[in-house]
Protein backbone atom coordinates (compact mmCIF):
# COMPACT_ATOMS: atom_id res chain seq x y z
CA UNK A 1 0.00 0.00 0.00
CA UNK A 2 1.16 3.37 -0.74
CA UNK A 3 1.91 6.05 1.66
CA UNK A 4 -0.64 8.23 0.97
CA UNK A 5 -3.18 5.30 0.30
CA UNK A 6 -2.09 4.81 4.22
CA UNK A 7 -2.33 8.09 5.19
CA UNK A 8 -5.96 8.48 3.82
CA UNK A 9 -7.02 5.27 5.14
CA UNK A 10 -5.75 6.68 8.22
CA UNK A 11 -7.74 9.89 8.50
CA UNK A 12 -10.94 7.48 7.21
CA UNK A 13 -10.07 5.54 10.39
CA UNK A 14 -10.69 8.50 12.62
CA UNK A 15 -13.98 9.82 10.65
CA UNK A 16 -14.99 5.98 11.15
CA UNK A 17 -14.26 5.87 14.91
CA UNK A 18 -15.62 9.42 15.87
CA UNK A 19 -18.59 8.44 13.76
CA UNK A 20 -19.28 5.09 15.63
CA UNK A 21 -18.31 6.82 19.13
CA UNK A 22 -21.25 9.47 18.48
CA UNK A 23 -23.35 6.29 17.34
CA UNK A 24 -22.96 4.74 21.04
CA UNK A 25 -23.62 8.00 22.82
CA UNK A 26 -26.68 8.68 20.25
CA UNK A 27 -27.69 5.39 21.29
CA UNK A 28 -27.69 5.18 24.98
CA UNK A 29 -29.30 8.66 25.02
CA UNK A 30 -32.24 7.40 22.99
CA UNK A 31 -32.88 4.26 25.31
CA UNK A 32 -32.52 6.94 28.01
CA UNK A 33 -34.89 9.12 26.31
CA UNK A 34 -37.30 6.22 25.78
CA UNK A 35 -36.90 4.45 29.41
CA UNK A 36 -38.02 8.16 30.89
CA UNK A 37 -41.37 8.09 28.86
CA UNK A 38 -41.92 5.00 29.47
CA UNK A 39 -41.09 4.03 33.13
CA UNK A 40 -40.54 7.87 34.82
CA UNK A 41 -36.80 7.75 35.21
CA UNK A 42 -33.89 7.48 33.03
CA UNK A 43 -31.16 5.22 34.22
CA UNK A 44 -28.87 2.16 33.95
CA UNK A 45 -29.79 1.20 37.35
CA UNK A 46 -33.30 -0.43 36.45
CA UNK A 47 -34.73 -2.39 38.42
CA UNK A 48 -34.04 -0.53 41.49
CA UNK A 49 -35.67 2.80 40.14
CA UNK A 50 -38.15 0.33 39.09
CA UNK A 51 -39.75 -0.60 42.31
CA UNK A 52 -41.61 2.62 42.52
CA UNK A 53 -42.95 2.23 39.59
CA UNK A 54 -46.94 1.03 39.16
CA UNK A 55 -47.54 -2.94 38.35
CA UNK A 56 -49.35 -2.31 35.04
CA UNK A 57 -46.60 -0.07 33.62
CA UNK A 58 -43.90 -2.60 34.43
CA UNK A 59 -46.34 -5.16 32.22
CA UNK A 60 -47.60 -3.22 29.66
CA UNK A 61 -44.63 -1.07 28.85
CA UNK A 62 -42.72 -3.87 26.80
CA UNK A 63 -45.91 -4.75 25.53
CA UNK A 64 -46.74 -1.28 24.00
CA UNK A 65 -42.99 -0.93 23.28
CA UNK A 66 -43.45 -4.40 20.89
CA UNK A 67 -46.32 -2.71 19.46
CA UNK A 68 -43.92 0.23 17.91
CA UNK A 69 -41.58 -2.57 16.95
CA UNK A 70 -44.00 -4.19 15.03
CA UNK A 71 -45.30 -1.54 13.11
CA UNK A 72 -41.58 -0.27 12.40
CA UNK A 73 -40.22 -3.59 11.49
CA UNK A 74 -43.81 -3.81 9.23
CA UNK A 75 -42.90 -0.55 7.03
CA UNK A 76 -39.21 0.15 7.39
CA UNK A 77 -37.01 -2.87 7.45
CA UNK A 78 -35.98 -4.99 4.34
CA UNK A 79 -37.36 -8.55 5.14
CA UNK A 80 -39.79 -7.58 7.97
CA UNK A 81 -37.25 -8.03 10.25
CA UNK A 82 -34.69 -6.27 13.12
CA UNK A 83 -31.00 -6.24 12.23
CA UNK A 84 -28.00 -6.38 13.71
CA UNK A 85 -24.47 -8.22 13.83
CA UNK A 86 -25.23 -10.90 11.58
CA UNK A 87 -26.47 -8.26 9.20
CA UNK A 88 -22.47 -6.50 9.77
CA UNK A 89 -20.91 -9.95 9.07
CA UNK A 90 -23.17 -10.93 5.92
CA UNK A 91 -22.42 -7.23 4.31
CA UNK A 92 -18.84 -7.92 5.07
CA UNK A 93 -18.72 -11.52 3.79
CA UNK A 94 -21.36 -11.15 0.85
CA UNK A 95 -22.98 -7.78 0.17
CA UNK A 96 -19.43 -5.94 -0.70
CA UNK A 97 -19.80 -4.11 2.75
CA UNK A 98 -22.93 -2.01 1.60
CA UNK A 99 -25.39 -1.51 4.14
CA UNK A 100 -28.13 0.69 3.77
CA UNK A 101 -29.59 3.86 5.29
CA UNK A 102 -33.56 3.38 5.39
CA UNK A 103 -32.76 -0.25 7.40
CA UNK A 104 -29.79 1.66 9.74
CA UNK A 105 -32.23 4.13 11.26
CA UNK A 106 -34.93 1.09 11.40
CA UNK A 107 -32.87 -1.04 13.01
CA UNK A 108 -31.52 2.25 15.68
CA UNK A 109 -35.27 2.51 16.45
CA UNK A 110 -36.80 -0.74 17.10
CA UNK A 111 -33.45 -1.85 19.07
CA UNK A 112 -34.13 1.60 21.50
CA UNK A 113 -37.41 1.06 21.41
CA UNK A 114 -36.82 -2.64 22.78
CA UNK A 115 -33.97 -1.97 25.06
CA UNK A 116 -35.72 1.47 26.43
CA UNK A 117 -39.29 -0.22 26.96
CA UNK A 118 -37.84 -2.91 29.30
CA UNK A 119 -37.27 -5.64 26.67
CA UNK A 120 -34.24 -8.26 27.77
CA UNK A 121 -31.59 -7.30 24.97
CA UNK A 122 -28.03 -5.92 24.59
CA UNK A 123 -27.03 -2.72 23.77
CA UNK A 124 -23.63 -3.43 22.39
CA UNK A 125 -25.15 -4.96 18.97
CA UNK A 126 -27.03 -2.17 17.97
CA UNK A 127 -24.51 0.07 18.16
CA UNK A 128 -22.10 -2.26 16.42
CA UNK A 129 -24.75 -2.29 13.45
CA UNK A 130 -25.38 1.35 13.78
CA UNK A 131 -21.10 2.38 13.58
CA UNK A 132 -21.16 -0.41 10.75
CA UNK A 133 -24.06 1.19 8.86
CA UNK A 134 -22.34 4.65 9.25
CA UNK A 135 -19.02 3.95 8.21
CA UNK A 136 -20.53 1.71 5.32
CA UNK A 137 -22.79 4.98 3.97
CA UNK A 138 -19.40 6.90 4.65
CA UNK A 139 -17.04 4.70 2.13
CA UNK A 140 -20.35 4.43 -0.41
CA UNK A 141 -20.51 8.35 -0.48
CA UNK A 142 -16.70 8.33 -1.06
CA UNK A 143 -17.04 5.86 -3.91
CA UNK A 144 -14.28 3.59 -2.11
CA UNK A 145 -13.06 0.33 -3.38
CA UNK A 146 -14.26 -2.87 -2.42
CA UNK A 147 -11.27 -3.46 0.32
CA UNK A 148 -11.31 0.05 1.31
CA UNK A 149 -14.94 0.06 2.26
CA UNK A 150 -14.55 -3.22 4.27
CA UNK A 151 -11.84 -1.67 6.40
CA UNK A 152 -14.22 0.89 7.57
CA UNK A 153 -16.92 -1.59 7.91
CA UNK A 154 -14.23 -3.09 10.49
CA UNK A 155 -13.31 0.45 11.61
CA UNK A 156 -17.27 1.02 12.76
CA UNK A 157 -17.67 -2.06 14.55
CA UNK A 158 -13.93 -2.19 16.37
CA UNK A 159 -15.42 1.94 17.37
CA UNK A 160 -19.04 0.47 18.17
CA UNK A 161 -17.69 -2.13 20.55
CA UNK A 162 -15.39 0.23 22.52
CA UNK A 163 -17.33 3.20 23.22
CA UNK A 164 -19.74 0.28 24.46
CA UNK A 165 -17.61 -1.40 27.21
CA UNK A 166 -15.25 1.45 27.36
CA UNK A 167 -12.32 -1.38 26.08
CA UNK A 168 -10.51 -0.13 22.76
CA UNK A 169 -8.20 -3.12 22.97
CA UNK A 170 -11.82 -5.85 22.79
CA UNK A 171 -13.32 -3.65 20.19
CA UNK A 172 -9.96 -4.48 17.68
CA UNK A 173 -10.47 -8.11 18.21
CA UNK A 174 -14.24 -8.27 18.18
CA UNK A 175 -14.16 -6.44 14.58
CA UNK A 176 -11.31 -8.32 13.17
CA UNK A 177 -12.65 -11.82 14.97
CA UNK A 178 -16.21 -11.56 14.25
CA UNK A 179 -17.04 -9.11 11.34
CA UNK A 180 -13.42 -8.95 9.04
CA UNK A 181 -13.04 -12.59 10.21
CA UNK A 182 -8.85 -12.42 9.55
CA UNK A 183 -5.75 -10.56 11.57
CA UNK A 184 -4.56 -9.52 7.69
CA UNK A 185 -1.59 -6.60 8.77
CA UNK A 186 -3.66 -4.03 6.01
CA UNK A 187 -7.13 -3.78 8.17
CA UNK A 188 -5.20 -4.23 11.98
CA UNK A 189 -3.79 -0.78 11.54
CA UNK A 190 -7.22 1.34 10.72
CA UNK A 191 -9.13 -1.00 12.88
CA UNK A 192 -6.87 0.61 15.80
CA UNK A 193 -7.06 3.76 14.82
CA UNK A 194 -11.00 3.80 14.47
CA UNK A 195 -11.27 1.71 18.01
CA UNK A 196 -9.08 4.41 19.92
CA UNK A 197 -10.78 6.85 18.44
CA UNK A 198 -14.09 5.39 19.44
CA UNK A 199 -12.96 5.14 23.01
CA UNK A 200 -11.43 8.35 23.23
CA UNK A 201 -15.19 10.46 21.78
CA UNK A 202 -17.42 8.11 24.40
CA UNK A 203 -14.97 8.73 27.13
CA UNK A 204 -15.19 11.99 26.41
CA UNK A 205 -18.78 12.45 26.85
CA UNK A 206 -20.05 9.62 29.86
CA UNK A 207 -16.17 9.79 31.26
CA UNK A 208 -13.46 6.71 31.71
CA UNK A 209 -15.69 4.42 33.69
CA UNK A 210 -15.84 1.26 32.56
CA UNK A 211 -18.84 -0.66 31.85
CA UNK A 212 -18.95 -2.77 35.47
CA UNK A 213 -17.75 -1.81 39.02
CA UNK A 214 -15.68 -5.07 39.47
CA UNK A 215 -13.78 -4.96 43.04
CA UNK A 216 -10.49 -6.26 42.70
CA UNK A 217 -10.33 -10.44 42.45
CA UNK A 218 -6.85 -12.14 43.03
CA UNK A 219 -6.24 -16.07 42.19
CA UNK A 220 -5.32 -17.57 45.15
CA UNK A 221 -4.15 -20.70 44.02
CA UNK A 222 -3.49 -22.04 40.94
CA UNK A 223 -4.96 -25.60 42.06
CA UNK A 224 -8.75 -23.14 41.64
CA UNK A 225 -7.57 -24.03 37.96
CA UNK A 226 -9.62 -27.50 37.70
CA UNK A 227 -12.83 -25.55 38.92
CA UNK A 228 -12.73 -22.82 36.20
CA UNK A 229 -12.24 -25.17 33.45
CA UNK A 230 -15.68 -27.36 35.04
CA UNK A 231 -16.97 -24.07 35.22
CA UNK A 232 -16.10 -23.23 31.02
CA UNK A 233 -18.05 -26.72 30.38
CA UNK A 234 -20.70 -25.85 32.22
CA UNK A 235 -20.92 -22.45 30.40
CA UNK A 236 -21.20 -23.78 27.59
CA UNK A 237 -24.48 -25.95 28.61
CA UNK A 238 -26.22 -22.22 29.51
CA UNK A 239 -25.17 -20.61 25.92
CA UNK A 240 -26.14 -23.91 24.12
CA UNK A 241 -29.58 -23.35 26.28
CA UNK A 242 -29.85 -19.75 25.10
CA UNK A 243 -29.47 -20.24 21.42
CA UNK A 244 -31.60 -22.99 21.33
CA UNK A 245 -34.27 -21.23 23.26
CA UNK A 246 -34.22 -17.55 21.17
CA UNK A 247 -34.84 -20.32 18.48
CA UNK A 248 -37.68 -22.59 20.21
CA UNK A 249 -39.56 -19.51 20.48
CA UNK A 250 -39.24 -18.34 16.75
CA UNK A 251 -39.91 -21.52 15.28
CA UNK A 252 -42.72 -21.86 17.93
CA UNK A 253 -44.35 -18.05 16.32
CA UNK A 254 -43.50 -19.74 13.04
CA UNK A 255 -46.14 -23.11 13.59
CA UNK A 256 -48.42 -21.26 15.07
CA UNK A 257 -48.82 -19.07 12.35
CA UNK A 258 -49.00 -15.59 14.52
CA UNK A 259 -48.26 -12.67 11.85
CA UNK A 260 -45.17 -11.20 12.44
CA UNK A 261 -46.07 -7.56 13.52
CA UNK A 262 -48.20 -9.10 16.57
CA UNK A 263 -45.02 -10.83 17.79
CA UNK A 264 -43.60 -8.25 19.37
CA UNK A 265 -46.24 -7.20 21.00
CA UNK A 266 -47.36 -10.93 22.87
CA UNK A 267 -43.42 -11.57 23.67
CA UNK A 268 -43.21 -7.81 25.43
CA UNK A 269 -46.81 -8.92 27.59
CA UNK A 270 -44.82 -12.01 28.82
CA UNK A 271 -41.18 -10.25 29.50
CA UNK A 272 -43.33 -7.91 31.47
CA UNK A 273 -45.10 -10.29 33.61
CA UNK A 274 -41.58 -11.88 34.41
CA UNK A 275 -40.15 -8.09 34.88
CA UNK A 276 -43.03 -7.96 37.64
CA UNK A 277 -41.44 -10.46 39.78
CA UNK A 278 -37.67 -10.16 38.78
CA UNK A 279 -37.30 -6.83 37.40
CA UNK A 280 -33.76 -7.53 37.04
CA UNK A 281 -34.33 -9.56 33.97
CA UNK A 282 -35.56 -6.10 31.89
CA UNK A 283 -33.35 -4.08 30.08
CA UNK A 284 -29.66 -4.81 29.39
CA UNK A 285 -29.02 -5.87 33.09
CA UNK A 286 -25.85 -3.97 34.04
CA UNK A 287 -27.11 -3.37 37.32
CA UNK A 288 -27.93 -7.29 38.29
CA UNK A 289 -24.61 -8.10 36.80
CA UNK A 290 -22.81 -5.78 38.96
CA UNK A 291 -24.28 -7.10 41.64
CA UNK A 292 -23.04 -10.47 41.03
CA UNK A 293 -19.59 -9.02 40.47
CA UNK A 294 -19.43 -7.52 43.74
CA UNK A 295 -21.14 -10.95 45.53
CA UNK A 296 -24.73 -8.80 46.77
CA UNK A 297 -26.68 -11.90 45.58
CA UNK A 298 -28.13 -15.04 47.39
CA UNK A 299 -26.93 -18.38 45.56
CA UNK A 300 -31.26 -19.16 44.76
CA UNK A 301 -31.82 -15.77 43.64
CA UNK A 302 -28.51 -16.41 41.06
CA UNK A 303 -30.21 -19.72 40.25
CA UNK A 304 -33.87 -17.87 39.36
CA UNK A 305 -32.09 -14.89 37.36
CA UNK A 306 -30.54 -17.42 35.10
CA UNK A 307 -33.85 -19.31 34.47
CA UNK A 308 -35.62 -16.25 33.84
CA UNK A 309 -33.15 -14.12 32.04
CA UNK A 310 -32.81 -17.07 29.42
CA UNK A 311 -36.48 -16.83 28.99
CA UNK A 312 -37.08 -13.07 28.86
CA UNK A 313 -33.75 -12.74 26.52
CA UNK A 314 -35.22 -15.85 24.00
CA UNK A 315 -39.31 -13.97 24.21
CA UNK A 316 -37.32 -10.67 22.71
CA UNK A 317 -34.70 -11.96 20.01
CA UNK A 318 -36.74 -14.84 18.53
CA UNK A 319 -40.07 -12.66 18.25
CA UNK A 320 -38.69 -9.81 16.69
CA UNK A 321 -37.83 -7.30 19.00
CA UNK A 322 -34.72 -5.19 18.23
CA UNK A 323 -31.31 -5.17 20.58
CA UNK A 324 -28.18 -7.98 20.85
CA UNK A 325 -27.48 -11.09 22.75
CA UNK A 326 -23.55 -9.67 23.96
CA UNK A 327 -25.43 -8.19 27.85
CA UNK A 328 -27.60 -11.21 28.07
CA UNK A 329 -24.57 -13.38 27.65
CA UNK A 330 -22.41 -11.34 29.65
CA UNK A 331 -25.43 -11.27 32.29
CA UNK A 332 -25.48 -15.11 32.00
CA UNK A 333 -22.11 -16.00 32.83
CA UNK A 334 -21.86 -13.64 35.94
CA UNK A 335 -25.01 -15.31 37.62
CA UNK A 336 -23.89 -19.11 36.38
CA UNK A 337 -20.39 -17.90 37.62
CA UNK A 338 -21.67 -16.38 40.94
CA UNK A 339 -23.41 -19.33 41.64
CA UNK A 340 -20.66 -22.02 40.59
CA UNK A 341 -18.54 -20.14 42.63
CA UNK A 342 -20.65 -20.20 45.94
CA UNK A 343 -20.52 -24.04 45.61
CA UNK A 344 -17.12 -24.08 44.91
CA UNK A 345 -15.84 -21.84 48.03
CA UNK A 346 -18.34 -24.21 50.08
CA UNK A 347 -16.58 -27.08 48.91
CA UNK A 348 -13.30 -25.91 48.81
CA UNK A 349 -13.00 -22.64 51.03
CA UNK A 350 -9.12 -23.04 51.63
CA UNK A 351 -8.64 -22.39 47.85
CA UNK A 352 -11.15 -20.11 46.76
CA UNK A 353 -10.44 -16.66 45.63
CA UNK A 354 -14.26 -15.85 46.45
CA UNK A 355 -17.21 -16.26 43.66
CA UNK A 356 -16.36 -13.09 42.78
CA UNK A 357 -13.62 -13.74 40.57
CA UNK A 358 -16.25 -17.47 39.19
CA UNK A 359 -18.43 -14.49 38.08
CA UNK A 360 -15.91 -12.92 35.88
CA UNK A 361 -14.51 -16.52 34.53
CA UNK A 362 -18.02 -17.28 33.83
CA UNK A 363 -18.84 -13.80 31.70
CA UNK A 364 -15.87 -14.40 29.96
CA UNK A 365 -17.06 -18.25 29.26
CA UNK A 366 -20.57 -17.71 28.53
CA UNK A 367 -20.13 -15.07 25.95
CA UNK A 368 -17.20 -15.48 24.05
CA UNK A 369 -19.28 -19.80 23.14
CA UNK A 370 -22.26 -17.81 22.27
CA UNK A 371 -20.51 -15.28 20.53
CA UNK A 372 -18.23 -17.38 18.55
CA UNK A 373 -15.84 -14.82 19.80
CA UNK A 374 -13.64 -15.93 22.36
CA UNK A 375 -10.23 -13.24 21.81
CA UNK A 376 -12.39 -10.27 21.90
CA UNK A 377 -14.32 -11.83 25.09
CA UNK A 378 -10.96 -12.56 26.49
CA UNK A 379 -9.56 -8.85 26.27
CA UNK A 380 -13.00 -7.41 27.68
CA UNK A 381 -12.39 -8.76 30.89
CA UNK A 382 -8.75 -8.15 30.89
CA UNK A 383 -9.21 -4.38 29.86
CA UNK A 384 -12.40 -4.85 32.59
CA UNK A 385 -10.09 -5.98 35.27
CA UNK A 386 -6.30 -5.34 34.75
CA UNK A 387 -5.36 -8.37 35.87
CA UNK A 388 -3.62 -11.24 34.20
CA UNK A 389 -4.30 -14.25 37.12
CA UNK A 390 -7.80 -13.89 36.52
CA UNK A 391 -7.82 -13.16 32.73
CA UNK A 392 -5.40 -16.85 32.55
CA UNK A 393 -8.47 -18.68 34.07
CA UNK A 394 -10.87 -16.45 31.73
CA UNK A 395 -8.96 -18.04 29.02
CA UNK A 396 -9.23 -21.30 30.09
CA UNK A 397 -12.64 -21.54 30.69
CA UNK A 398 -13.37 -19.71 27.59
CA UNK A 399 -11.19 -21.71 25.27
CA UNK A 400 -13.06 -24.66 26.48
CA UNK A 401 -16.69 -23.62 26.60
CA UNK A 402 -16.35 -22.37 22.95
CA UNK A 403 -14.96 -25.56 21.85
CA UNK A 404 -17.55 -27.68 23.81
CA UNK A 405 -20.09 -25.07 22.03
CA UNK A 406 -19.20 -25.76 18.43
CA UNK A 407 -18.88 -28.84 18.72
CA UNK A 408 -22.14 -29.57 19.80
CA UNK A 409 -23.99 -26.50 18.04
CA UNK A 410 -21.40 -26.57 15.18
CA UNK A 411 -22.00 -22.44 14.75
CA UNK A 412 -22.07 -19.39 16.53
CA UNK A 413 -24.74 -17.45 17.31
CA UNK A 414 -24.61 -14.79 14.41
CA UNK A 415 -24.03 -17.23 12.20
CA UNK A 416 -26.98 -19.21 13.34
CA UNK A 417 -29.26 -16.58 12.73
CA UNK A 418 -27.89 -16.14 9.32
CA UNK A 419 -28.04 -19.79 8.12
CA UNK A 420 -31.71 -19.45 9.08
CA UNK A 421 -32.33 -17.26 6.36
CA UNK A 422 -30.02 -19.61 4.02
CA UNK A 423 -27.16 -17.64 3.99
CA UNK A 424 -24.10 -19.77 4.84
CA UNK A 425 -20.75 -17.55 5.98
CA UNK A 426 -17.21 -20.35 6.09
CA UNK A 427 -14.10 -21.57 5.08
CA UNK A 428 -11.30 -19.00 4.49
CA UNK A 429 -10.77 -15.91 3.38
CA UNK A 430 -10.61 -16.38 -0.21
CA UNK A 431 -13.74 -18.31 0.31
CA UNK A 432 -15.67 -15.73 1.43
CA UNK A 433 -14.46 -13.42 -1.39
CA UNK A 434 -15.29 -15.89 -4.02
CA UNK A 435 -18.92 -15.94 -2.37
CA UNK A 436 -18.74 -11.83 -2.48
CA UNK A 437 -18.73 -11.87 -6.22
CA UNK A 438 -21.62 -12.30 -8.89
CA UNK A 439 -21.22 -14.82 -11.95
CA UNK A 440 -22.09 -11.56 -13.95
CA UNK A 441 -18.58 -9.96 -12.75
CA UNK A 442 -16.36 -12.81 -14.46
CA UNK A 443 -19.10 -13.97 -17.15
CA UNK A 444 -17.46 -12.95 -20.71
CA UNK A 445 -19.73 -12.24 -23.72
CA UNK A 446 -18.78 -13.01 -26.68
CA UNK A 447 -20.76 -15.92 -27.18
CA UNK A 448 -22.50 -16.53 -30.54
CA UNK A 449 -26.60 -17.68 -30.87
CA UNK A 450 -28.75 -19.06 -33.58
CA UNK A 451 -32.26 -19.20 -33.86
CA UNK A 452 -34.52 -22.12 -33.53
CA UNK A 453 -34.98 -21.88 -37.25
CA UNK A 454 -31.23 -22.09 -38.37
CA UNK A 455 -30.23 -24.73 -40.69
CA UNK A 456 -27.18 -26.36 -41.02
CA UNK A 457 -24.97 -24.58 -42.96
CA UNK A 458 -25.84 -21.62 -40.54
CA UNK A 459 -24.97 -23.51 -37.86
CA UNK A 460 -21.61 -25.24 -38.97
CA UNK A 461 -20.89 -21.33 -39.70
CA UNK A 462 -21.24 -20.29 -36.29
CA UNK A 463 -19.92 -23.30 -34.92
CA UNK A 464 -16.49 -21.58 -36.35
CA UNK A 465 -16.84 -18.28 -35.05
CA UNK A 466 -17.11 -19.44 -31.87
CA UNK A 467 -13.78 -20.01 -29.37
CA UNK A 468 -16.18 -22.25 -26.71
CA UNK A 469 -16.69 -24.89 -29.29
CA UNK A 470 -20.68 -24.18 -28.75
CA UNK A 471 -22.93 -21.96 -29.96
CA UNK A 472 -26.70 -20.98 -27.78
CA UNK A 473 -30.06 -21.20 -29.43
CA UNK A 474 -32.09 -18.64 -28.56
CA UNK A 475 -35.14 -17.15 -29.57
CA UNK A 476 -36.28 -13.99 -30.73
CA UNK A 477 -37.18 -12.96 -27.11
CA UNK A 478 -33.55 -14.21 -26.40
CA UNK A 479 -34.82 -16.70 -24.35
CA UNK A 480 -32.02 -19.83 -24.08
CA UNK A 481 -33.48 -22.64 -25.71
CA UNK A 482 -30.44 -25.19 -25.90
CA UNK A 483 -26.74 -25.28 -26.93
CA UNK A 484 -24.83 -26.82 -29.80
CA UNK A 485 -21.80 -28.65 -29.73
CA UNK A 486 -20.13 -30.17 -33.02
CA UNK A 487 -20.47 -33.08 -31.71
CA UNK A 488 -24.29 -32.85 -31.68
CA UNK A 489 -24.17 -32.36 -35.35
CA UNK A 490 -22.97 -36.13 -35.47
CA UNK A 491 -22.48 -36.98 -39.43
CA UNK A 492 -24.27 -34.21 -40.16
CA UNK A 493 -21.03 -31.84 -39.80
CA UNK A 494 -19.72 -33.12 -42.47
CA UNK A 495 -22.61 -33.95 -44.93
CA UNK A 496 -24.87 -31.93 -46.72
CA UNK A 497 -27.67 -34.33 -48.07
CA UNK A 498 -29.80 -32.81 -45.16
CA UNK A 499 -28.67 -29.14 -45.39
CA UNK A 500 -32.18 -27.95 -46.24
CA UNK A 501 -34.18 -29.67 -43.83
CA UNK A 502 -32.44 -29.96 -40.42
CA UNK A 503 -32.62 -26.76 -38.03
CA UNK A 504 -31.26 -25.92 -34.97
CA UNK A 505 -34.44 -26.79 -32.86
CA UNK A 506 -33.67 -30.68 -34.08
CA UNK A 507 -29.90 -31.12 -32.77
CA UNK A 508 -29.54 -28.81 -29.56
CA UNK A 509 -29.44 -30.00 -25.99
CA UNK A 510 -32.08 -28.90 -24.76
CA UNK A 511 -32.45 -27.80 -20.61
CA UNK A 512 -28.52 -27.22 -20.30
CA UNK A 513 -26.98 -26.53 -17.04
CA UNK A 514 -27.36 -22.82 -16.84
CA UNK A 515 -26.24 -20.46 -13.96
CA UNK A 516 -27.86 -17.02 -13.25
CA UNK A 517 -26.04 -14.29 -13.50
CA UNK A 518 -26.52 -12.95 -9.77
CA UNK A 519 -25.16 -16.51 -8.11
CA UNK A 520 -21.70 -16.45 -6.55
CA UNK A 521 -18.48 -18.35 -7.99
CA UNK A 522 -18.86 -20.86 -5.15
CA UNK A 523 -21.87 -21.91 -6.80
CA UNK A 524 -20.47 -21.47 -10.33
CA UNK A 525 -17.61 -23.55 -9.46
CA UNK A 526 -20.47 -26.97 -8.06
CA UNK A 527 -22.23 -26.24 -11.06
CA UNK A 528 -19.31 -26.17 -13.18
CA UNK A 529 -17.85 -29.41 -11.39
CA UNK A 530 -21.18 -31.42 -11.16
CA UNK A 531 -22.27 -31.30 -15.11
CA UNK A 532 -18.19 -31.51 -16.06
CA UNK A 533 -18.25 -28.75 -18.53
CA UNK A 534 -15.70 -26.30 -19.14
CA UNK A 535 -18.12 -23.52 -19.80
CA UNK A 536 -21.92 -23.12 -19.23
CA UNK A 537 -24.35 -20.30 -19.96
CA UNK A 538 -25.67 -17.44 -17.64
CA UNK A 539 -28.87 -16.32 -17.98
CA UNK A 540 -30.50 -13.56 -15.78
CA UNK A 541 -32.35 -15.93 -13.40
CA UNK A 542 -33.99 -19.09 -13.45
CA UNK A 543 -37.36 -17.72 -13.93
CA UNK A 544 -36.37 -15.33 -16.75
CA UNK A 545 -34.08 -17.39 -18.67
CA UNK A 546 -32.82 -14.73 -21.30
CA UNK A 547 -28.86 -15.90 -22.00
CA UNK A 548 -26.80 -12.48 -20.92
CA UNK A 549 -23.12 -14.59 -20.80
CA UNK A 550 -20.92 -17.30 -20.85
CA UNK A 551 -19.11 -18.46 -17.58
CA UNK A 552 -15.72 -20.53 -18.70
CA UNK A 553 -14.07 -22.52 -16.02
CA UNK A 554 -10.49 -20.42 -17.06
CA UNK A 555 -11.80 -17.01 -16.47
CA UNK A 556 -13.17 -18.53 -12.65
CA UNK A 557 -9.57 -19.45 -12.03
CA UNK A 558 -8.29 -16.61 -12.80
CA UNK A 559 -10.17 -14.75 -10.41
CA UNK A 560 -9.72 -16.97 -8.00
CA UNK A 561 -5.92 -16.62 -8.50
CA UNK A 562 -6.65 -12.95 -8.03
CA UNK A 563 -8.80 -13.57 -4.76
CA UNK A 564 -5.63 -15.55 -3.00
CA UNK A 565 -3.12 -12.31 -3.83
CA UNK A 566 -5.43 -10.21 -2.61
CA UNK A 567 -6.25 -12.15 0.78
CA UNK A 568 -1.71 -12.04 0.74
CA UNK A 569 -1.91 -8.23 0.67
CA UNK A 570 -4.04 -7.92 3.34
CA UNK A 571 -1.53 -9.53 5.56
CA UNK A 572 0.87 -6.92 4.38
CA UNK A 573 1.07 -2.71 5.28
Excluded at 34 to 52: K, L, M, P, T
Excluded at 64 to 69: A, D, E, Q
Excluded at 153 to 162: E, I, K, R, S, T
Excluded at 318 to 323: D, M
Amino acid sequence: MAHSERIRLACLAILAGALGGGAGILFRETIGLIQFIAFGFSSERFHSNVADVPAWIIVLAPAVGGVLVGALTHFLMPDRRPQSVPDVIESAALNRSRMGKRAGIGAFLISAITIGSGGSAGREGPVVHASAVLSSLLAQALKLDREVRRSLLGCGVAAGVACSFNAPIAGVFFALEVVIGSYGLKNFAPVVVASVTGTIVSRSYFGDFPAFTIPAHEITSFLEFPAFAILGAVSAGVAIALVWSIDVVRKTHSRLRIPKFARPTLAGLAVGGIGLFFPQVMGVGYEATDEALNEMLPFAMLILLIVFKTTATALTLGSGFGGGIFSPSLYLGAMLGGSFGIVATHVFPQLSSGHGAYTLVGMGAVAGATLGAPISTIFIVYELTQDSAVTIAVMIATVISTQIFTTIYKRSFFHDQLEQRGIVIHGSREAQIIQDTAVREVMAQDYVTVQPSALLPEIRAKLTETRYSEIFVVDEEGILVGTILLSDLGVHAFTHDRDDTIRAIDVCRRAPPVAPEDADLEQAMTLLEDCNEEHIAVVRSRADMRLVGVLHEHDVMARYHQCVLTTRNEDSL
